[in-house]
């Protein structure tokens, strides 16, 4: 159980610090047009600012991320974080959370291009590689 809360807790450090610092330097880079990491801009329903509503997401995200590669051996451990970490949050964003914000699926289909898919995979990617690095740290291997 308690192996849970530090997925969680590495999961939205994760998101403050390789997910944002990798979006600050795509835009630093511009890579991506535009942006703002670390948004503080509040979002509904709570209005708490958008950054810490998305590091809430990843900890939830790390909570099942660790779940699955906790037993990995390795190098097996990092690229199953990186590989998860980049496929399950960016086909949730892009196919239901789009959908949940009122887009139809031809919107969606339509505003997909291999940049964004790419941008997102390689954002979600780090942060699946933060989680892992965060849990070694906080919850080593016996």
């Known amino acids: ?31 991506i047009p535009g942006g703002t990491p ?17 590091a809430f997401w990843g900890g939830l995200w790390g909570m099942l991320l660790w779940l699955l590669i906790r037993r990995a051996l390795a190098a097996g ?5 990186v590989i998860l970490g980049a496929i399950g949050p960016t086909l ?8 949940l914000k009122g887009q139809t699926m031809t ?6 291009s291999m940049a964004r898919v790419g941008v ?3 954002l979600n990617g780090f942060w699946g590689l933060g989680v892992a690095v965060f849990m070694r740290v906080m919850h080593p291997p016996r």
Do not use: R
């Open 92 to 99: 949730v964003y892009l196919f239901i959370v789009q959908w």
């Open 77 to 81: 451990y990092y690229v199953g974080a």
């Open 107 to 112: 919107e969606i289909f339509d505003g997909l």
């Open 1 to 31: 159980m308690f192996a849970f809360i530090k997925a969680f807790v590495a999961g939205f450090v994760s998101t403050l610090t390789f997910h944002q610092g990798l979006l600050w330097i795509f835009i630093a880079a511009q890579i």
């Open 38 to 54: 670390w948004n503080m801009a509040p979002v509904p329903p709570f209005d708490i600012p958008s950054v810490l509503s998305l």
């Open 120 to 122: 997102g995979l390689a």
